[in-house]
């Protein structure tokens, strides 16, 4: 697709098409990779591995108020100019296009129900696990790490890196879209 050719508006939906699913999967990834790995460090003092869990539901509270909203403009971009997109020359080319910038935009909406139906439980055992540290806290008692926590966080970082690929995979079908 010569992108000369095609009306800005639809290039700037492309640019952030592209731009929001690859920060989406770094963004995610980043929370696998840097801050889940930094939870497991066997090295942490008893003390901070006991709050692994709140460490680890701090972070997530996080992504979950960022994530959505850069999610919806993205797959909405892939979306908007999936649509518009002008006919070129070759009907089979422009269809070709408009159906990568769908599967773009479809792959980056789809870490929703991939965290619903895959992360859930692993999710709600982690929280529990975070109420309990820090009703523990409150009450004074002392916090250990108790025995599920660790295999929790590496089922979660396994399960949010696979989310992570979802964007990632986007960002290449809407290259693989614009310039091939």
């Known amino acids: ?8 508006g639809i290039r700037i939906a492309l640019a952030v098409g592209l731009s929001g699913s690859a ?3 770094g963004a995610i990834m980043a929370c696998s990779y840097v ?3 930094a939870l497991l460090d066997p090295s942490l003092p008893a003390s901070a591995a006991a709050h692994a869990s709140s460490i680890w539901q701090s972070i997530y509270t996080r992504g979950y108020s960022a994530n959505p909203p850069i999610v919806l403009l993205t ?10 997109l002008p006919n070129p020359l070759s009907i089979q080319s422009i269809h070709n296009t408009r159906s990568l910038l769908t599967i773009a935009g479809l792959l980056t909406a789809s870490i929703i129900p991939y965290t619903l139906l895959t992360m859930r439980s692993t999710n709600g ?11 523990r806290t409150k009450n004074g008692a002392e ?6 926590t660790v295999e929790l966080l590496q089922k979660w970082n396994l399960l949010n890196f696979g989310r992570g690929t979802l964007p990632l ?3 290449g079908v809407g290259i693989y879209a614009i310039f091939f």
Do not use: N, Q, R
Request: net charge negative.
């Open 35 to 37: 801050a889940g790995d």
């Open 75 to 84: 797959a909405s971009s892939f979306a908007y100019a999936a649509y518009y």
């Open 125 to 135: 055992a982690l929280h529990a696990k975070a109420a309990a540290v820090k009703e």
């Open 1 to 8: 697709m010569a992108l000369v050719a095609v009306p800005s």
């Open 23 to 25: 920060w989406c999967s």
């Open 143 to 148: 916090i250990l790490l108790d025995d599920g």
């Open 169 to 171: 995979l986007a960002t």
